[in-house]
């Protein structure tokens, strides 16, 4: 879950890893949601508010809490990194590769650069750690905007009862409403989506979303797009007590740059060793 920036692509003659991260920070935005959108007539209404309520304390929890990660690369290997809160906003340090931990050396200057970071923003101006906050707080707010446009983006309908792993979930299926009006590009992508979502029947949790892009959606303005084809999946575990936190996080984009240059990528995420961070004020 990293911290992702949006940069210009005009310049650029393939999708570039900007573009790239964009795209996969939008998807994954997308997951994140809560299903506010259940409220309709034939919903049940304990379902409706207990769900809210769950997936609400998980939004607000999140950064409360530092974990591991494990991204696996294009190329079938992979990095673990130790996600962390400094001074609040993100920190990633590199722990492993390959599933094999650094060696002294490494590990050594990887701790050099997490204390350099820890003195740099201990001691930073005040502007300058508004500034940085002001950042990683956007993309949150970002995502809050997009979370309000649910309820009148989508409708979900109640499809059925199933067992995943060991709980017992209800299973709603979200489409797009015809008649929703975005109010700004981010939410443009709503209109080209569908999904599935797992709910748990005991904690109201999410314990599965899969999604799928099933008309073009517009990213960067006119710029680019995804284009049907693009899925993902996210499943989430409990960390606390009633907070739960991302599991594992698969996505395969399809995309076109200036509506000429095609791409396609794959992520596989996973998340483990959530605990609450160390206050370091």
């Known amino acids: 879950m990293r911290t992702r920036t949006t940069h210009s692509i005009v310049r650029v003659l393939r999708p570039s890893r900007q573009v790239r991260n964009r795209i996969s920070a939008l998807i994954f935005t997308l997951t994140l949601l809560?299903?506010?959108?259940?409220?309709?007539?034939?919903q049940d209404a304990a379902i409706i508010q207990r769900s809210v309520e769950a997936i609400a304390r998980d939004w607000t929890a999140a950064p409360d809490y530092d974990y591991f990660e494990r991204d696996r690369e294009p190329g079938g290997g992979s990095k673990t990194f130790e996600d962390l809160m400094i001074f609040s906003s993100p920190y990633q340090r590199l722990v492993a590769v390959n599933g094999k931990p650094l060696s002294r050396e490494q590990q050594a200057k990887e701790q050099r650069k997490l204390n350099a970071t820890i003195v740099q923003r201990r001691n930073e101006s005040e502007r300058a750690r508004a500034e940085r906050i002001a950042k990683y707080e956007k993309d949150r707010n970002r995502d809050h905007l997009l979370m309000e446009q649910l309820t009148k983006a989508f409708d979900f309908a109640?499809?059925?009862?199933?067992?995943?792993?060991?709980?017992?979930?209800?299973?709603?299926?979200?489409?797009?409403?015809?008649?929703?009006?975005?109010?700004?590009?981010?939410a443009e992508a709503l209109r080209g989506m569908q999904g599935k979502l797992c709910i748990d029947k005991k904690t109201f949790q999410w314990v599965k979303v899969e999604a799928q892009v099933i008309r073009p959606v517009s990213i960067e303005g006119f710029l680019a797009e995804v284009e049907p084809g693009t899925r993902f999946e996210l499943e989430k575990m409990p960390v606390d007590d009633g907070i739960w936190l991302p599991k594992h996080y698969a996505m395969k984009s399809n995309a076109r740059v200036l509506f000429f240059f095609g791409h396609k990528s794959q992520e596989e995420e996973s998340y483990y060793g959530y605990r609450k961070l160390v206050p370091r004020e």
Do not use: I
């Open 158 to 186: 109640l499809v059925g009862e199933q067992e995943l792993e060991s709980y017992k979930v209800y299973v709603l299926k979200a489409t797009p409403r015809a008649d929703y009006q975005p109010p700004n590009m981010e």
């Open 34 to 42: 809560p299903p506010a959108v259940l409220c309709s007539a034939q």
